[in-house]
């Protein structure tokens, strides 16, 4: 062991059990052994048996995938897809009513909102880097809402409030408007 590890680190030593002959052993390598020496014998008496006119790939078993490796792998690969195909399917593409909307509640202008839409619905949601839009409302920030898209000024103006006085008589109008309805 002094040869392999070049001194004496009591974790990897600990991992280590030596018998009555001297020889170190390391259970999970015993352990792995063993598995590898049964998967090879399993896969030796498979390929032995004839199947009726199948193929050797096609007596190729699922549990044979699993046998050895680890279990989990194949499992996350398929977790995996399946959520990338679940996001693909949950992307939506927006109306043009929707991306004007978003556009000048942001404070951006309707023709920015309109170039924006055609860009995108002409290439199927696919930005110019040739990656799948996910969220249009991202792409619009990171991409659409800049300094010459947005709306002029004068437009955010707030209007004056009416005084308390002309506000009655603005009420008083309405409600004589709602009787004579």
């Known amino acids: 062991m002094l040869k392999i590890c070049g001194e004496h680190d009591p974790e990897i030593w600990a991992k280590f059990y030596k018998d009555e002959e001297g020889n ?3 259970e999970r390598l015993r352990h792995e052994i063993e598995k590898r020496k049964a998967y090879t014998e399993s ?9 009726k006119g199948d193929a050797y790939d096609e007596a190729y078993a699922k549990h044979m995938e699993d046998h050895m490796g ?3 792998r194949n499992v996350n690969k398929k977790e995996n897809k399946s959520k990338e ?3 693909k399917k949950k992307f939506k593409p927006p109306l043009l009513n929707e991306v004007e909307e978003y ?3 942001k404070g951006y202008t309707i023709e920015a909102a309109r170039r924006a839409f055609e ?3 002409v290439n199927n949601w696919v930005d110019g880097k040739g990656n799948e839009v996910k969220n249009w409302k991202q792409k619009m920030i990171a991409v659409w809402f800049r300094e010459e898209n947005k709306q002029p000024k004068e437009k955010y103006k707030r209007l004056d409030l009416p005084n308390k006085e002309e506000a009655d008589k603005i009420i008083k109008a309405a409600k004589l408007e709602i009787k004579t309805v």
């Open 119 to 121: 860009y995108y619905s």
């Open 24 to 26: 170190f052993f390391n």
């Open 103 to 105: 556009f000048t509640e």
């Open 85 to 87: 195909e679940e996001m």
């Open 70 to 72: 680890n279990r989990n």
């Open 43 to 51: 896969r030796r008496k498979n390929a032995s048996v004839k199947k």
